[in-house]
């Protein structure tokens, strides 16, 4: 990995029912975002939020919203790539995935080279209970990680709530990781968005880029954004308030593990990965891949 700037962009869908106008205006949006923090800032990687072709809530059929968008690669995304190439950057997109068959959709996440071709999609392993289309909603979870290797670094990818898994952020540092990018239109609360960037990057001794949504989507839907840079020791170096825009940090490899906190003159010593017990890992497989679920009841 090398030392950079990397950009959290935070934009808000256009108003209204959801359209082949409104998805092209929204793909027109991010290009202008894009363009602009460049400008700005100098970024040479960005992330933009989930689903950000569309806006999260379709308010429509999964076959509907099919229909508005497209494979990957494939139209929909063609003038980010366009931008990527000029403009000589990276690109992590949040977008909705046509599928094999009409009404499987994906909710999937983009990378884009400096060249503009696409390296790599990665489909959400983890949709939300009400997104995924055995809950009544409209998204099929995808089965496979990414990881990709750009001239910045080793870029991993997860989507929104993906960030409250530790298996699957691990094994993307286990891959090689060195940044994972988490495009998302998150509802929760700013803690659990903060807590879980913060502890996944911790975890794993990561960069963590999370790009949250902001305003509403088709269904009215309202997003706080708070979009951050976490360090590999868990540090918010970058965080946004609530309206658009961006935030942006200088990642740099010799400073990651430099110290065990920000500016302190202790050094870091021990590494998560490293230091894993293999050997306590290995003995309860069984138990990481048994079905569970919480003791307490829900609501």
Known sequence: MKAFTAAALQIAPVPGPLS?????????????????????????????????????TPACPPEELWDLITDLPGGLIEPLQDVAKELGVVICVGTYERGPERGVVYNSSVLIDRSGEVLGVYRKTHPFCSEIVTGGGWVTPGDTVAVCDTDLGRIGMIICFDGDYPELSRIQAVQGAEIICRPSALLRSADIWELTSRARAYDNHVYVIGANAVGADPAGVLYFGNSHIVTPIAHIAAKAATHEGWVTARLDPAEAMASLTPGSNIGQAFDHLRDRNLDLINNHLDDLRAPAKTAFPHA
């Open 20 to 56: 082949a106008e409104s998805v092209a205006a929204n793909v027109a949006k991010c290009v202008d975002f894009t363009r602009r923090c460049v400008d700005a800032t100098g970024a040479e990687l960005l992330v933009l939020p989930e689903s950000a072709t569309t806006g999260f």
